[in-house]
């Protein structure tokens, strides 16, 4: 390997290209049981994508993955990196190539932060220096303090904070793959979405291939660009786009393991700003009512919104402020509540339900009303196939 | 160093006559002054009887357990071996050793060896045994060879325990290094054995013997908390 390619650029970048990863039949038979653990799986990850493998206990998903880097040999079948067979591969030099974080994140208790970040790049023959810049760089890429965090010993940091650096140890040589075998797992829900975010956020700089193993549905649609769903057996039931999965699984297996709500699923792929969202009557109080009649003529629903000058929502209006010649600034409820049009949809809807409102005003980021969503545009969304499959890491990419 | 006992046996002799305290073989701190200088070559005697055998032994122990450690079903038959060695009576075993290594140091140093084997075996192999599967699939996983995981994973999370072995067999070879002297060994056991019911002689000599315990022990400990100072980190 050249240590020149793996060199972080100024910018903290990596500057290594992705690998790209394919199962051709792979295929895992233990001596002395009668069907595989993994039965042809063939499928193929681009560089620079997540690939969730995911299902139920003893579908293989972790046999698929540990067959990557050779911790479990492969019976039948290959698996190529880069266009390589790993079975050519040294399996010690490929896993050096390879970033492994599992859900016990197996830090070493006996060694440092560092020097448990360090270990890859130490059997690399790293000097000194070059270890410690890259460790204060992986602490800091995954969001630790570098000087409080560098001396400690594994059962001195949280249990968020240890995946954090097992993750940071996983990418100390900047693999051009990474495999995580429920790397969430263990983490309480309210920090595992924090993780998760955060890691989203990290694969948008870093853009590495990378297989996560999750028997999880919701992780694996939030996290995956691409989602295999494997079966009892070892079998591949669906390999697709999130997007696609929850749209049209292809069979009744995908279906249940997708489960009933996959509809609500979809609303976690989309922000607020993806929809066709409905036309709202913007008045201003002072304006001529004639006018603002036309106005609610021309918009999708039979009420107007109050908005001041700015353009910002203020309440909608009674039909009494249309009793003059002007309109009168007489509200029958205030304009909650306000969404936003970078809100992800399943919020914007748990919003719009929490409120009790059949419309909530959208605005954009000046405050300005853009349009009105309703629970009717939601559904008409949900009905309609996707126009284009989205994944959490894109909508993580817009948001940076 | 020859003449050095005799001294003390004429002081002895030279005390006796006038002291009622040694007559009685009660406990005289004016014989101990006096008589103190008798036992610093069986105290050093001691020492080596200590140190040579658990050295040794542990080497062996060690080498046993890492060959067992890959191989699981040799620590069944090791632990057999050196548990039956364990059970030899001592005195038994000097006399069963005499006819081959002859009367003298290595007798005493190769029954006491054997005794420590059993005590190190089972330790290295417990210690080895209880490195967290987690941490030694996250070492194969980043690429660390059998060896490299051996020596930079399982061994340093084993030192614990590895050590708390080799502090129970140095221990314990105090204690029947005292018997050496059987074997013709010498040692601070013989300075008891000469004079077993005169206290002041009992006190002084199995007095070093407890001493000699202590500060291995203590010598012991100290590595162990400086060389696995990550254990308190948790607390």
């Known amino acids: 390997m050249n240590d020149q390619s793996s060199a ?87 896993r050096r190539e390879i970033g ?51 001396d400690r010993y594994p059962p001195q940091l949280s249990g968020g904070q240890r995946q954090r650096v097992g993750v940071a140890r996983a990418l100390a040589v900047d693999p051009p793959l990474m495999l995580m075998d429920e790397p969430f797992g263990a983490i309480d829900p309210i920090n595992r979405e924090r993780l998760q975010n955060e890691f989203l956020r990290l694969q948008s700089e870093i853009r590495k291939t990378i297989v996560f193993v999750t028997h999880d549905i919701d992780e694996a649609i939030k996290m995956g660009d691409k989602i295999a769903i494997l079966q009892k057996g070892g079998k591949l039931a669906q390999y697709a786009s999130p997007g696609e999965l929850l ?59 109050l908005v001041d000058d700015q353009g910002r929502p203020e309440g909608w209006l009674s039909e009494s402020a249309f009793h003059g010649e002007r309109v009168e600034r007489k509200l029958r409820s205030p304009a909650e509540p306000i969404v936003e049009l970078d809100d992800i949809l399943r919020d914007a809807l748990a919003d719009l339900l929490t409120s009790d409102t059949r419309y909530g005003p959208v605005v954009d980021d000046t405050g300005k009303v853009a349009g009105v969503l309703s629970l009717e545009v939601i559904s008409n969304f949900l009905h309609d196939a996707p126009t284009e499959t989205r994944t959490s890491v894109d909508l993580i990419e817009e948001e940076a | 160093m020859t003449f050095e006992p005799l001294i003390a046996q004429l002081q002895t002799r030279d005390r006796s006559k006038d002291s009622g305290c040694v007559i009685d073989d009660g406990l005289c701190p004016d014989w101990i ?55 030899i009576p001592s005195v038994a075993f000097f006399f069963l050793l005499q006819p081959i290594t002859g009367l003298g140091n290595t007798t005493a140093i190769v029954a006491l060896v054997c005794y420590t084997l059993l005590i190190i075996f089972r330790n290295v192999i417990t210690g080895l045994q209880a490195v967290p599967e987690d941490a030694k699939d996250a070492a194969r996983g980043m690429g ?64 070093l013997a407890i001493l000699l315990a202590a500060i291995l022990d203590v010598i012991i400990l100290t590595f162990q908390r400086f060389a696995t100072s990550w254990q308190r980190a948790a607390a």
């Open chain 1, 100 to 150: 492994y974080a599992i859900q016990q994140i197996g830090l070493f208790p006996h060694l440092s932060i560092a020097d448990n970040i360090a270990t890859v790049p130490k059997l690399l023959g790293w000097d000194k220096q070059r270890i410690a810049a890259r460790v204060d760089e992986l602490l800091e890429l995954v969001s630790l303090d570098p000087h409080d965090t560098r």
């Open chain 2, 144 to 207: 660390l060879t059998d060896r490299q995981m051996l020596w930079r994973v399982e061994l340093p999370l084993a030192l614990p325990e590895i050590l708390a072995g080799v502090r129970i067999a140095t221990t314990t070879t105090v204690g029947l290094a005292a018997l050496a002297f059987l074997a013709g060994g010498g040692g601070l056991g013989q300075e008891l054995d000469q004079d077993p019911f005169f206290k002041s002689n009992v006190v002084v000599a199995g007095g």
């Open chain 1, 247 to 305: 749209m049209y699984p292809n069979g009744e297996f995908v279906e249940e393991f997708v489960g009933a709500d996959r509809s609500l699923k979809r609303l976690a792929l989309q922000r607020v700003r993806d929809i066709d969202l409905w036309k709202a009557a913007q008045v201003r109080a002072g304006e001529a009512v004639s006018e603002a009649r036309a106005k609610i003529a021309d918009s999708d629903i039979e009420i107007a919104l």
């Open chain 1, 8 to 94: 972080p650029s100024p910018d903290g970048k990596s500057d290594r290209q992705a690998a790209t990863l394919e199962f051709r039949e792979a295929t895992k038979l233990y001596p002395g049981q009668d069907s595989p653990a993994l039965d042809k799986l063939s499928l193929e990850v681009p560089a620079g994508e997540i690939c969730v493998l995911v299902g139920p206990s003893g579908c293989g998903k972790t046999t698929a993955m540990r067959m990557v880097n050779r911790m479990i040999d492969i019976t039948d079948g290959d698996i190529l990196l880069d266009g390589q067979s790993v079975r050519d591969r040294n399996p010690a030099e490929l």
């Open chain 2, 33 to 87: 002054v006096d008589n103190f200088d008798r036992y610093v070559d069986p105290f050093w005697q001691h020492v080596y009887l200590t140190v040579t055998p658990v050295a040794i032994g542990f080497l062996i122990a060690f080498g046993l357990a890492l060959l067992a450690h890959r191989r699981n079903w040799l620590v069944g038959p090791i632990a057999s071996v050196t548990g039956t060695l364990y059970t």
